[in-house]
């Protein structure tokens, strides 16, 4: 009993020295540098961990990739030239939002080119629909119309 006790004391001890040294402390002395960190680190996205940030992840490549964006930043390079560095080594899936350009294109107008195609489907319709509900009937209709209605009167 006595060992048990000792065991789980040190793990109550060891406990927090391990969860501290999950936790990546990142010193800068511009607090506009500790900004610039937090904003570009949430906007990359992690390859292994689908959708979540470079920030957020525990993975070891997410790790990886901050302290590559702490070293770019301390090197002096903008956010433009670290998201391009960072885009060439990992492709564009790197970015949350993709840039707009030729190959990306399809990704950004298909949504409004459905959302457009929709709203003139849908006007055609009512159109159709409306020329539909007030045409008149030719005089062969309404005769076949007025015989029915007679026809459902006598009984």
């Not at 998201?83 to 993709?98: A, H």
């Not at 294109?105 to 009512?126: E, I, R, T």
């Not at 309404?142 to 007679?150: E, Q, S, V």
Request: charged share 30%.
């Amino acid at each position: 009993m006595a060992r048990l006790i000792r065991v789980l004391l040190m793990l109550a001890l060891l406990g927090p020295a391990l969860a501290q040294a999950a936790i990546e402390v990142r010193d800068f002395d511009d607090p506009v540098m500790r900004e610039r960190f937090a904003s570009l680190t949430a906007t990359l996205r992690c390859p292994k961990c689908q959708n979540q940030s470079i920030g957020d992840s525990d993975s070891p490549i997410a790790g990886d990739m901050r302290q590559r964006v702490y070293q770019l930043l301390e090197d002096g390079r903008s956010d433009k030239e670290i998201l391009d560095f960072m885009v060439r080594r990992f492709g564009d899936y790197v970015l949350y939002n993709p840039r707009l350009e030729g190959r990306t294109l399809l990704l950004w107008g298909l949504p409004a080119a459905l959302l457009l195609g929709g709203a003139l489907l849908v006007v055609l319709v009512v159109r159709a629909r409306r020329r539909a509900s007030s045409r008149r009937l030719s005089a062969d209709e309404r005769a076949r119309l007025d015989a029915l209605i007679g026809r459902e009167e006598q009984r």
